[in-house]
């Protein structure tokens, strides 16, 4: 079972459109963490969400950490072709006991020029 | 210090030949994660270290696999007797924690091909 479930898996857009991309859990989570990986290379953070309900912008990335904190969501305005790339969520679950950062599959995002 | 170094970049071995990786995390950092990544796939947890005691190993991990952190700094992969099924990227990450995050910084990973 995936404790992190993210959706959807591939997306294609055309450039100039907005794309949002979900992370789901059952879990609650202290933080979740958004890394992009591009082919080849390890996965590079991008922004770490601790409170619930918060929203963090990062140029045309907006990036929200559910009420809740079992989920988030990634909303790219007006995608260009250099956002490419594997996008991963991942966190430390609360009640888990341990301290390993369990990684969702990734939605790969391929944006057409 | 620029960030999490790995080495080798990419290992071609025959099968049942035995290969070690190495991880320098960023300096400061006291943890340390190594994960195994294949294609179309999340990074798949392997074993975790806070300075040098290794704390977690992945269940998922057999006994064909051992990883050391000497001295709480550079750590060590190896792989002994590889398997078709070993071929993957291998990432190292570092960390230190400060209260509830646990921000990971990766290298650009070891890729391995058994043949």
């Known amino acids: 079972t995936q404790l992190l479930e993210q959706s959807p898996q591939f997306l294609s857009i055309q450039e100039g459109e907005n794309l949002t991309v979900y992370c789901n859990s059952s879990?609650?989570?202290?933080?979740l963490q958004w890394y992009r990986q591009e082919p080849g290379e390890g996965p590079v953070l991008l922004v770490t969400v601790v409170t619930g309900g918060e929203v963090k912008k990062l140029k045309r990335l907006t990036f929200q950490f559910g009420d809740a904190r079992k989920d988030s969501s990634l909303h790219i305005t007006a995608a260009q072709p250099g956002d490419t790339g594997l996008y991963l969520c991942?966190?430390?679950?609360?009640?888990?006991?341990?301290?390993?950062?369990?990684f969702g599959k990734g939605n790969q995002v391929v944006v057409i020029p | 210090d620029t960030g999490v170094s790995q080495d080798p970049r990419h290992k071609i071995t025959k099968r049942g030949q035995n290969v070690t990786f190495r991880c320098d995390p960023i300096?400061?950092?006291?943890?340390l994660y190594w994960y195994r990544q294949t294609l179309g796939q999340g990074p798949e947890f392997l074993t975790y270290f806070q300075n040098e005691a290794q704390l977690e190993k992945s269940r998922l991990l057999s006994d064909r696999f051992s990883a050391e952190r000497p001295k709480g700094s550079f750590s060590t992969l190896e792989i002994q007797r590889t398997e078709q099924g070993d071929s993957a990227m291998y990432l190292c990450?570092?960390?230190?924690?400060?209260?509830?995050?646990?921000?990971?910084?990766f290298g650009q990973g070891t890729r391995l091909t058994v043949v």
């Open positions: 991942a966190g430390d679950p609360l009640m888990s006991g341990n301290n390993r950062l369990a």
């Open positions: 300096s400061e950092h006291n943890r």
């Open positions: 990450a570092s960390s230190q924690r400060t209260g509830p995050n646990t921000e990971a910084f």
């Open positions: 879990s609650v989570f202290s933080s």
